[in-house]
């Protein structure tokens, strides 16, 4: 497994540096859960707007190893909640998402009053992205 090549990560940007959806796989008490869910792909991680009293955030409290596939894409990763999407150190990414998800983010589904509207990103460890033939082993870690 290597870090990640610059071609790699020109395929991640062109392939989820927009919203797409993955799935999100979490673990409670040893039984698996995957849902669907809208993200945006930045430097390492995937960032998802959800909800902190939702079963998948009460999954990632007690136990943040998760798992996401997506467009030939599978990985590892850790899942940390950053808090109130409307939180001051969440400004710079919430206009990401805001532009990223603009064509559904205020249809009603989301209540940016809500302070347990909370932004989730899923940093990643390590995956395999298959791309036109090649396979790239990556560690995001290195």
């Not at 790699?8 to 927009?18: D, H, L, P, S, W």
């Not at 797409?20 to 859960?33: F, K, M, S």
């Not at 998402?97 to 509207?117: C, P």
């Not at 992205?129 to 560690?139: A, C, K, P, Q, V």
Request: hydrophobic share 35%.
């Amino acid at each position: 497994m290597e870090k990640m090549t610059k071609e790699a990560e020109k395929v991640m940007i062109e392939r989820f540096g927009k919203d797409n959806v993955i799935a999100l796989a979490t673990t409670d008490n040893g039984v698996p859960y995957v849902r669907s869910v809208n993200a945006f792909y930045e430097n390492g991680a995937f960032y998802i707007i959800t909800y902190r009293l939702s079963n998948k955030m009460k999954q990632i409290e007690n136990n943040p190893v998760v798992a996401i596939s997506g467009d030939w894409f599978t990985s590892h990763g850790k899942g940390v909640n950053l808090g109130y999407f409307g939180k001051e150190e969440n400004r710079h990414i919430a206009e990401k998402l805001r532009k990223s998800f603009a064509e559904w983010i205020d249809n009603g589904h989301n209540d940016f009053n809500d302070v347990n509207t909370c932004i989730l990103c899923i940093k990643l460890t390590d995956g395999v992205l298959l791309s036109h033939g090649t396979r790239y082993e990556i560690d995001f870690c290195r």
